[in-house]
């Protein structure tokens, strides 16, 4: 069975100071993976997406996210925090094509000035 | 920016009430979908609609939801007598296509509150 597994519920750092949220997948076949941030009172926003291209991914506001099938890993990271950037992050999966998406538990990133 | 839209915001519901949550998804959009998200649980997914039709649906999706596109622009979701543990934030998606390469895109949500 596929899986998403998202090892901290809740990060803190301050601002300034790099960021890592760190997601483990479980999946049978080669999976496309996503990160999406959501903002309070916002919808899922797509930050990036891994599809096999490239391990190492870039997406917008300065995150990225590398890819490694060895770790089932797809980490997310951004070099320096902003206060914007505070905000619940989901690790998704997508292994089949029918558009259904497995979620993990959500990291809630919080930034201190 | 073309977006997914839901309404309401928030909806208040007497247990065993039914109740409609709205969605206008991306309008080039041939794939709809409803999650849901019970308060500290994980976002789970409760159905696909492609063509007027469930092309899946998660053990939640009972007989009590239902999924319906009643004209070329909504995508509605009807829990038909709502139950305490209904209450969730529900998201609805669309994507232009099911590839594995393909993101969904999402609503801000509707927060479901029955009591």
């Known amino acids: 069975a596929q899986s998403v597994t998202q090892l901290d519920s809740h990060v803190s750092v301050s601002e300034g100071t790099p960021v890592l949220l760190r997601c483990n997948y479980s999946?049978?076949?080669?999976?496309?993976l996503f990160w999406y941030v959501q903002h309070p009172n916002k919808g899922l926003q797509l930050l990036l997406k891994?599809?096999?291209?490239?391990?190492l991914v870039k997406g917008i506001n300065g995150f990225e996210a590398e890819f490694k099938k060895s770790e089932t890993s797809f980490h997310l990271t951004k070099p320096s925090a902003h206060m914007s950037d505070a905000a619940e992050y989901f690790c998704v999966v997508k292994t089949s094509n029918t558009g259904k998406l497995i979620f993990g538990q959500g990291t809630t990133l919080q930034v201190k000035p | 920016e073309p977006e997914v839209t839901q309404t309401p915001s928030h909806q208040v519901t007497q247990m065993g009430q039914e109740v409609i949550l709205r969605c206008v998804p991306i309008s080039n959009h041939l794939y709809f979908y409803w999650y849901r998200q019970i308060l500290g649980q994980k976002v789970e997914f409760l159905v696909s609609f492609y063509n007027n039709e469930i092309s899946e649906k998660s053990e939640i999706f009972d007989d009590q939801f239902s999924v319906e596109r009643p004209d070329g622009s909504n995508f509605t979701l009807k829990i038909r007598s709502t139950k305490l543990e209904d209450s969730a934030m529900y998201f609805c998606?669309?994507?232009?296509?099911?590839?594995?390469?393909?993101?969904?895109?999402f609503g801000q949500g509707t927060r479901l509150t029955v009591v």
């Open positions: 998606a669309s994507s232009a296509r099911t590839a594995l390469n393909t993101e969904a895109f």
């Open positions: 891994y599809t096999s291209a490239a391990t």
């Open positions: 999946s049978s076949y080669s999976p496309s």
